[in-house]
Nanobody, 126 residues
């Protein structure tokens, strides 16, 4: 079992920044990849980005590339999503997720991930 706890959401003006955190606990040694997803009202949950649990480069959806950065604090088993230059269309509930299965390519599908956090709301005002 892996438990994930997101925090850091809130209300921000367009052009502003927020940093989300995802604290992992439990059998974290079983995690291969951590991902971030988001879901806006009336829309499907979409992939934002991911990072290997062991470290290495993060990978992103085209819609956030260049604006969002994913990092991992190994000592704290916490993954971060730094969001800059936020746009109103970034408004959504943001989720972190853990993938316990190795894959050569970074997983991007919701079905690839085994455990999910409860989500944190991000609202970007225009």
């Amino acid at each position: 079992q892996v438990q994930l706890d997101e925090s850091g959401g809130g209300l921000v003006q367009a052009g502003g920044s927020l940093r989300l955190s995802c604290a992992a606990s439990g059998r974290t040694f079983t995690i291969y990849t951590m991902g971030w997803f988001r879901q806006a009202p009336g829309k499907e949950r979409e992939f934002v980005g991911g990072i290997r649990w062991s470290g290495g480069s993060a990978y992103y959806a085209d819609s956030v590339k260049g604006r969002f950065t994913i990092s991992k604090d190994n000592a704290k088993t916490t993954v971060y999503l730094q969001m800059n230059s936020l746009k109103p269309e970034d408004t959504a509930v943001y989720y972190c997720a853990a993938d316990l299965h190795w894959s050569s390519a970074g997983p991007r599908s919701r079905s690839d991930y085994d455990y999910w956090g409860q989500g944190t709301q991000v609202t970007v005002s225009s």
